[in-house]
């Protein structure tokens, strides 16, 4: 199985840029679609983005399309979240996760089952 952890979170002002990590375990890294979600306090859990096995093909929620850009490098099992421009309800715990597909984690917000892998989640607070 894969294990993730995620790190890079914290505390930014409004504008301001951070780059999530998430690395993962287990030789089996490169045939999964990975992907990033978020969830605030009172909120629903709520895709980012995600990007398929080879890092070619990516998609991203309308709220973060042009400022965020999800990457991986398969050689050191770690995929990328880069968040520029950041925002106020950008505010959230991120996570990262690992499907079958990028259709498969495009619905993982609300069906668990599409989701084979989650990591813990990193705080990332923007202020205003």
């Known amino acids: 199985q894969v294990q993730l952890v995620e790190s890079g979170g914290g505390l930014v002002q409004a504008g301001g840029s951070l780059r999530l990590s998430c690395a993962a375990s287990?030789?089996?890294?490169?045939?999964?679609?990975m992907g990033w979600f978020r969830q605030a306090p009172g909120k629903e859990r709520e895709f980012v983005a995600a990007v398929g096995s080879s890092g070619s093909v990516t998609y991203y929620a309308d709220s973060v399309k042009g400022r965020f850009t999800i990457s991986r490098d398969n050689a050191k099992n770690t995929v990328y979240l880069q968040m520029n421009s950041l925002k106020p309800e950008d505010t959230a715990v991120y996570y990262c996760?690992?499907?079958?597909?990028?259709?498969?984690?495009?619905?993982?917000?609300?069906?668990?089952?599409?989701?084979?892998?989650w990591g813990q989640g990193t705080q990332v607070t923007v202020s205003s």
């Open positions: 996760a690992g499907g079958a597909s990028i259709r498969e984690l495009r619905i993982g917000a609300t069906s668990t089952k599409s989701v084979k892998y």
């Open positions: 287990g030789r089996t890294f490169s045939s999964y679609a």
